[in-house]
């Protein structure tokens, strides 16, 4: 009878978040699947688990995935585990899981810390329906299409980010979508844990010398086309923003925020008009 494959969700830095059942599981196994093994070794001699541990990372996983799902149908059971959160979620393992269901070897997840969730659910922003984009691409092509998928979302996305191009990715969304409100979390559950919440231009003031991996939710639910206004058209803009900023002495930011304010439509609407009227 064949094994079985456990995706085991692991700490994304307080190891008190581990579940019971996890634990039993790593005990259990007769292997660990990790994918930094020296990483994962920490975790283990934390919690006295002497089970052995072999390498699974983006480098070597094709090679090495026959080998283990072979175990699995000589009946050995497997845990597959990533660095920190949950397997596959912007980490390895999604290969493996694929084999082992092909060769009928029963996968099963022992679900536990997300950074994605947890970034989530405590950034105020609606969690009805939300979407997951990952790491933004770096390659310019690829980061245009990757910001218009974000931008068209409808309701809320949730990506990471790395401490060099927080920056960055903040300020090319800003360009891109507008003012939208964000909570951009770092350093999740660790001691240093931070998160900021309001607009991404407040965002950006806030953000000072960023450290440690970031998690960015983006409120993109509210978000309406500027044509659906009919009472203003992009004359009225330019000359009401104009007013605002040349007579009345407001900042870009402030002048937005009053027309949006006044008529009830959303800030990154007015950007959108300005920047049409740019072009």
């Keep these: 009878m064949p094994g079985t494959l456990f995706v085991v969700a692991t700490p994304i830095g307080n190891l008190e978040d581990i579940s019971a059942r996890a634990l039993r599981v790593l005990r259990e196994v007769a292997l660990i699947a990790a994918e930094d093994t020296r990483h994962t070794a920490r975790l283990l001699s934390r919690f006295g688990i002497t089970t052995a541990a072999t390498s699974l990372h983006d480098h070597n996983e094709r090679a090495k995935s026959g080998m283990l799902v072979d175990r699995l149908k000589a ?139 970031f998690t960015v939710t983006v409120d993109i639910g509210r978000m309406t086309n500027m044509q659906t206004n009919t009472t203003l058209s992009l004359e009225d803009i330019a000359s009401e923003f104009g007013g605002l900023t040349n007579n009345d002495g407001m900042t870009r930011r402030q002048a937005m925020a009053a027309m949006a304010r006044r008529h009830g439509i959303q800030t990154n609407q007015i950007y959108a008009a300005l920047e049409k009227l740019k072009k």
Excluded: C
């Design 75 to 213: 009946g050995e059971s497997i845990a597959l585990v990533s660095d920190a959160g949950t397997p596959t979620v912007s980490d390895p393992g999604m290969h493996l899981i694929r084999e082992a269901i092909a060769a009928g070897v029963r996968v099963e997840p022992v679900p536990g810390a997300n950074a994605a969730i947890a970034a989530m659910f405590v950034s105020g922003l609606p969690t009805h329906a939300f979407t997951f984009l990952g790491f933004p691409p770096t390659k310019s092509n690829d980061r245009s299409a990757w910001f218009e998928r974000l931008r068209t979302a409808g309701h809320t996305v949730i990506f990471y980010e790395s401490p060099h191009r927080i920056r960055s990715t903040l300020q090319q969304l800003l360009d891109t979508v507008g003012d939208v409100n964000v909570a951009v979390a770092r350093e999740l559950t660790k001691i240093h844990e931070e998160v900021i919440r309001g607009p991404v231009s407040e965002a950006l003031q806030r953000l000072g010398d960023p450290a440690g991996e």
